[in-house]
């Protein structure tokens, strides 16, 4: 990978029917000075608007950065396979087409990426695996952005720009998938392969090369920007109400690998960090439920969602992260109506 052609980065642009976004992410990521340190693998996703012209009008202007893929749909899950497959770079990030990055915090982060690369720590002379960056909600509403940024949960208290043994904070923090960017070795070596024509396969890029990462670092640069407030979104709630059961078996993939990791003898600091996000993952599959018009279809969809989880994964069911939900368990459910109403004001309130 050394050497003048070397990429320090490749990143995935997934793109389908983008056309009135991806230009705004394609630059994004073309500001930077250090722009030859990357490879931009943009997966036209069988779009049928112009966004297949846009990408190859961008690969034929930036021939050594931008590579243009067209493919038949087959989903998020299938984009990202194919890049992770295409990709040469050292590091691997993905970057939605309908979003972007900050173009000072992605030159600093890529500063960071060249030399974590090459560089080996004092940890055994292991390389980094994991690199993980805060990222900014950007809502938009009426034409009004409000930008608020998320720090990588539990991360706090941990040194930032030092490479740290993963297994010594996995049980200690949560990463988020626009968080992410992972050492591009560990994809390819271990066949990471997400779900196609199935939305909702972001869990199972960051849960399925978990037992794989040794080393992590913290950097402080929040790179991407997530645009909230779409209702084309996979994210919005009545495309979650309408696709609930491709959520839902993502969330069986993920307690199905979890039971694998398990039955392997894996770690117990590693098992808890994917217990923690199977639970965090169900109580999403729970919220999609009290959002459903209220009644005794709704409240049986959502006991019987949880009663499959505490006995397939009860690790993942204790632990829980959402106070709410442990108020209906206790309640034995009969909660279900008043939580279901609190949702909506809550929901309707942001």
């Not at 194919?82 to 173009?103: A, E, N, Q, R, T």
């Not at 690369?117 to 409000?146: H, M, W």
């Not at 909702?200 to 849960?207: E, G, K, L």
């Not at 006995?311 to 009969?334: D, F, H, I, V």
């Amino acid at each position: 990978m050394q050497g003048k052609k070397a990429k320090i980065l490749s990143v995935i642009v997934p793109a389908y029917n983008v056309e009135d976004c991806l230009e705004n992410c394609l630059e994004s990521l073309l500001q930077t000075k250090q722009r030859e340190k990357t490879e931009i693998l943009v997966i036209d996703d069988g779009s049928k608007d112009s966004t297949g012209e846009i990408i190859d009008n961008y690969a034929a202007r930036y021939p050594s950065i931008v590579k243009a893929f067209h493919k038949k749909n087959g989903g998020h899950g299938s984009a990202i396979n194919l890049g992770i497959m295409m990709s040469s770079g050292s590091y691997l990030k993905v970057v939605d087409g309908d979003d972007w990055v900050d173009p000072i915090a992605y030159d600093a982060y890529l500063y960071k990426l060249s030399k974590l690369a090459f560089q080996k720590s004092n940890l055994s002379n292991l390389p980094c695996d994991l690199v993980v960056t805060p990222f900014i909600c950007v809502r938009e509403k009426n034409g009004k952005r409000k930008k608020r940024k998320k720090k990588v949960e539990g991360t706090e208290k941990f040194p930032k720009e030092k490479i740290l043994f993963f297994q010594k904070i996995a049980d200690k923090i949560h990463i988020r998938m626009h968080e992410w960017t992972i050492r591009t070795k560990i994809l390819k070596e271990h066949k990471i392969v997400l779900s196609e024509h199935s939305f909702y396969v972001d869990m199972q890029y960051i849960i399925f090369p978990v037992p794989w990462i040794q080393t992590i670092c913290i950097l402080p640069y929040p790179v991407y920007c997530y645009r909230l407030g779409s209702q084309t979104q996979s994210v919005s709630i009545k495309n979650m109400q309408k696709n609930r059961l491709q959520h839902y078996m993502v969330l069986q993939s993920l307690v199905q690998f979890y039971k694998e990791q398990e039955l392997e003898g894996e770690r117990k600091e590693i098992l808890s960090y994917l217990a923690c996000g199977i639970a965090k993952m169900e109580a999403n599959q729970a919220q999609i439920c009290l959002s459903l018009p209220i009644g005794t279809s709704a409240k049986s969809e959502l006991v019987s969602i949880e009663k499959k989880l505490q006995k397939t994964c009860s690790a993942a069911y204790q632990a829980n992260p959402k106070y709410s939900l442990w108020l209906l368990r206790k309640s034995n459910y009969l909660l279900y109506p008043i939580a279901a109403v609190v949702w909506r004001i809550v929901k309707q309130a942001k």
